[in-house]
């Protein structure tokens, strides 16, 4: 194992278990706030602090070459910074410098290959960037959200295209995923220019727009997407195809709730953020990490159908924290929220668990 790269992950580790704390705190769990403001910070934990280093370290994982690592580093060093509130200007900026990192490394990756699916993760860490610089100038968080949720929906889109880059689609696929995508992106731009360019109740449609691309891509995903062929097979193999197939269902619930909600109102929010966030990221985290973590950390995770109890814990929580919030139902809206977190520890210990007994001297399942 390259314990060399242990101090980067366990940085962005420590922002997921802060947002987690921040998450019930926000559900009105009593417990201590342990930093100031810490529950206002959920949201840019979980998403800069966390999964924009993890997504930072697996692209410098890639590259191999150590002054790439600057921009998990960054990230990381922000998250930290931000959690202790000492100087939380300092700490955006340096999570906003993280995600410029992620934008340089992408410009190389394109430059040496520049296919659908690089081109769609470069797009992605600009929108990542544009995201923290409005959170740096003070735009609402429930509005630079939008951005950060495109983010990691981009990302993971991009992903999927370079694990599946030997299919073969047809042209009509691909102007399909070209509408998608433009849809959300269109989305974005038209959430930027409210209250600029356009008047400020334009918000309300940007995130109409916006969710219209999020649906568009989770029905892209769901009609082409290599895992509707592979939950055929067993093993690890379907367990990953399980995750993906699940998590494009909720991106696709995430996204019809904002067309018909927009922006939300009350817990309507929560409901449109957590489909997305929970329903769709974790899920594709639950189903990547025996492939990730074991080509940052060397070390093979074996699979074990033990993996299903933390999938099925997340989701069926989740339904019941969509309803909750739907239906503003405060107690069942909090057990829900900390049967989530109790899931995503649950996937920790399983992955810990699991690599302790993999193979640290080879990668692979």
Same mark, same amino acid.
């Given at each position: ?20 704390? +921040?998450? =019930?705190? /926000? !559900? *009105?769990?009593?417990?201590?706030? &342990?930093?100031?403001?810490? #529950?206002? $910070? ?121 694990? +599946?880059? =030997?299919? /073969? !689609? *047809?042209?009509?696929?691909?102007? &399909?995923?070209?509408?998608? #995508?433009? $849809? ?126 933390? !999938? ?5 929580? &989740? ?47």
């Amino acid at each position: 194992m390259k314990f060399s790269r242990l101090p980067v992950l366990a940085l962005g580790m420590f922002a997921l278990l802060a947002a987690m704390w +921040a998450g =019930l705190l /926000r !559900l *009105d769990w009593k417990f201590p706030e &342990l930093a100031p403001s810490l #529950a206002q $910070l959920h949201g840019p934990l979980m998403i800069s602090g966390f999964f924009g280093t993890v997504i930072n370290i697996e692209r410098a994982v890639a590259l191999n070459q150590r002054r790439y690592w600057l921009a998990p580093m960054l990230s990381g060093i922000g998250a930290l910074v931000t959690i202790s509130g000492l100087a939380p200007q300092l700490g955006i900026a340096l999570l906003t410098l993280g995600s410029l990192g992620l934008v340089i490394i992408f410009g190389v990756i394109v430059r040496r290959y520049a296919g659908r699916d690089t081109l769609t993760m470069a797009i992605a860490a600009l929108v990542w960037l544009v995201g923290n610089v409005m959170w740096f100038a003070e735009y609402p968080l429930w509005r630079v959200a939008l951005w950060w949720m495109a983010f990691l929906v981009l990302t993971i889109l991009g992903e999927r295209l370079e694990l +599946a880059r =030997l299919m /073969r !689609l *047809d042209t009509r696929a691909k102007n &399909l995923y070209v509408v998608s #995508a433009a $849809l959300l992106l269109a989305g974005l731009v038209l959430n930027l220019s409210a209250g600029w360019i356009l008047p400020s109740d334009w918000v309300e449609l940007s995130a109409r727009v916006a969710g219209a691309g999020f649906l568009a891509i989770a029905l892209w995903l769901l009609r082409y997407d290599i895992a509707q062929k592979t939950i055929k097979q067993t093993g690890l193999t379907r367990f990953i195809a399980v995750c993906l197939l699940v998590g494009y269902v909720w991106l696709g619930i995430g996204g019809a709730l904002r067309v018909v909600f927009g922006v939300g109102s009350g817990w309507q929010g929560d409901a449109l953020l957590h489909a997305v966030l929970l329903g769709y990221v974790f899920s594709m985290i639950f189903g990547h990490a025996p492939i990730i973590f074991p080509a940052i950390l060397n070390r093979a995770i074996p699979y074990t159908p033990t993996f299903y109890l933390h !999938l099925v814990l997340l989701h069926v929580s &989740l339904v019941v924290r969509v309803i909750a919030d739907l239906l503003d139902l405060r107690e069942a809206r909090m057990w829900a929220g900390m049967f989530n977190v109790i899931a995503i520890l649950l996937f920790l210990f399983a992955t810990v668990r699991a690599m302790r007994l993999g193979n640290p001297n080879r990668i692979g399942v």
